[in-house]
């Protein structure tokens, strides 16, 4: 197990970050604290000791979020998600993970500009209506979702696509967030297991860094909890669009 500071100075702040993201900040912050870890460990070694701490956090945000949620979204994202880390576990070593990262990335990104165009460009001022659940796209992008979380770590964007345009009362958008990617990560702890990924080291290492992780996800909730619709979307669409210039980059390789 990694004994020495500089990988503490590392892992804290990343394990910060993640939390805050958990608690419903947004996946740029997630995706700006896992390189943080990759910098001291591998980034499959990052991955894996990230997961128990993971699935720790998401049972805090469950708590936290425990009245809250959309019941229809995830009834209907869920079953493409599980096929997506089926197929995930089944091609990881096939389909490259940066070519992944570059598509997520693109599409989320012209999702979020055609938001901040439609919002805030010249034609700025039209309501846009709430889009209705539509189950066929609610499959593709919860398999996408399920696919990316497990060979690209990936997953929040294509979430992101079809769930922010429903546009839920937030406490009820984070609420449904929480629990899909609460049972995405349990999902995803097996075939890590049978990949060798979750040996003693890397828990013994998560079980460091846990006591960082329940007081960055409670200050992330607070912080979501206290935002109004017009400041909660700006915001999330922010954040979704530097988690998708984030994922190209890692794509690319720059």
Known sequence: MPMDLSF???????????????????????????????????????????????????MISLVIWRKHGDWTTLKIMLPGAVLGVALGWATSALVPGNVL?????????????????????????????????????????????????????????????????????????????????????????VPYFALGQLDTQNLATSATLLPFAPLATIAGAWCVKRMTPTIFYPFMYSMALIAAVLIAREGLGF
């Not at 995706?31 to 001291?40: D, M, N, Q, S």
């Not at 570059?102 to 500009?113: D, E, H, S």
């Open 101 to 189: 990262r570059v598509v997520i990335g693109a599409v989320t990104i012209l999702f979020c500009l055609r938001y901040f165009w439609n919002n805030f460009g010249p034609g700025a001022g039209r309501v846009v209506p709430p889009h209705g659940q539509r189950p066929l796209l609610a499959t593709i992008w919860g398999t996408f979702s399920g696919y990316g979380s497990f060979v690209a770590h990936a997953g929040g964007a294509p979430f992101q696509i079809y769930a922010l345009p429903l546009q839920l009362p937030p406490r009820e958008y984070i609420g449904t967030s929480v629990r899909f990617f609460a049972i995405l990560n349990a999902i995803k702890l």
């Open 8 to 58: 503490y100075y590392a892992a804290v702040p990343a394990v910060i970050l993640v939390g805050l993201a958990k608690g419903g900040m947004g996946d740029a912050l997630s995706l700006i604290g896992l390189p943080f870890l990759a910098l001291v460990v591998s980034p499959v070694q990052a991955a894996a000791i990230l997961l128990p701490i993971l699935v720790f956090m998401d």
